[in-house]
């Protein structure tokens, strides 16, 4: 076969493979299938590329054209630099304040979080990294991770689970009985759908416009594991 004919082949399947999760009735089942569906796509974008985190987000940064992709969560970010003892300066009052802009009780979109350009103006060389790791690809994988390695999703929010529109979003959760209330991110599971569409779309231009076969990047041999 060419190497357009492998990498019909090759999205082809997948896209058959996404209408089948979507049947699936638990929705962390689905999640948990988009994602590692997510992980084998950007394996035929980047074979070379080693450590997972590192080639799934370059995947996602390179062919998911995922708009909010480099949007940070202010939420994170301030909770990180509290776990590192960073609770006062300039970047944490950039991230409190936004926070503190959104009215409690409604549904916060990402086009209302922070920006990549805007908080990097706010912090030192030293807090880049809390920055970076707070940025949605990034906590996308940390998602992924909580979901394939302990089977449950991070935080406390709820997937609502109705037709809203299928990006992340904020929503207030009370806990009484403890006297608490946060502010939670959830990516729901329409997101999820959405997103491996547009990696799959992706994927087949970057494979196209580089001439390259997806099955490069995998072996096929009697052996499963090779030994050093």
Same mark, same amino acid.
């Given at each position: ?5 492998? &990498? ?15 049947? &699936? ?6 999640? =948990?299938?988009? !994602? ?6 950007? +394996?035929?974008?980047?074979?070379? !590329? ?21 949007? =940070?969560?202010? =939420?994170?970010? $301030?909770? &990180? ?8 300066? $300039? ?5 409190? +304040? ?6 409690? %009780? ?7 979080? !922070?920006? !990549?350009? *805007? ?7 030293? *807090? ?15 998602? +992924? ?6 089977? +449950?999703?991070?935080?406390? %929010? ?21 006297? *608490?209330?946060?502010?939670?991110? =959830? ?16 994927? *087949? ?24």
């Amino acid at each position: 076969m060419s190497v357009r004919d492998d &990498i019909d082949q090759y999205v082809g399947y997948f896209r058959g493979q996404n209408k089948e999760i979507a049947a &699936i009735a638990n929705p962390l089942f689905r999640k =948990v299938l988009y !994602l590692v569906e997510i992980d084998t796509l950007s +394996r035929a974008a980047f074979p070379k !590329l080693s450590g997972n985190r590192k080639r799934v987000v370059q995947f996602i940064d390179t062919c998911s054209l995922w708009k909010d992709k480099d949007r =940070v969560s202010a =939420v994170q970010l $301030k909770l &990180i630099l509290e776990k590192n003892g960073i609770i006062s300066g $300039k970047l944490y009052g950039f991230a409190e +304040r936004r926070i503190a802009s959104w009215p409690y %009780g409604q549904i916060i979109r990402p086009y209302k979080d !922070l920006f !990549l350009e *805007e908080v990097q103006q706010q912090s030192t060389q030293a *807090e880049f990294k809390y920055v970076n790791n707070s940025r949605y690809a990034e906590l996308l994988y940390t998602y +992924r991770s909580h979901l394939v390695h302990e089977f +449950r999703e991070p935080g406390q %929010g709820i997937d609502l689970g109705y037709d809203l529109p299928p990006t992340p979003y904020y929503i207030g959760m009370d806990r009484p009985c403890q006297g *608490e209330s946060s502010m939670e991110l =959830v990516f729901p599971v329409h997101f999820f759908r959405m997103l491996c569409e547009a990696c799959i779309d992706g994927l *087949e231009s970057y494979l196209s416009s580089r001439d390259v076969s997806p099955y490069d990047a995998y072996e096929s041999e009697t052996m499963w594991k090779r030994f050093q």
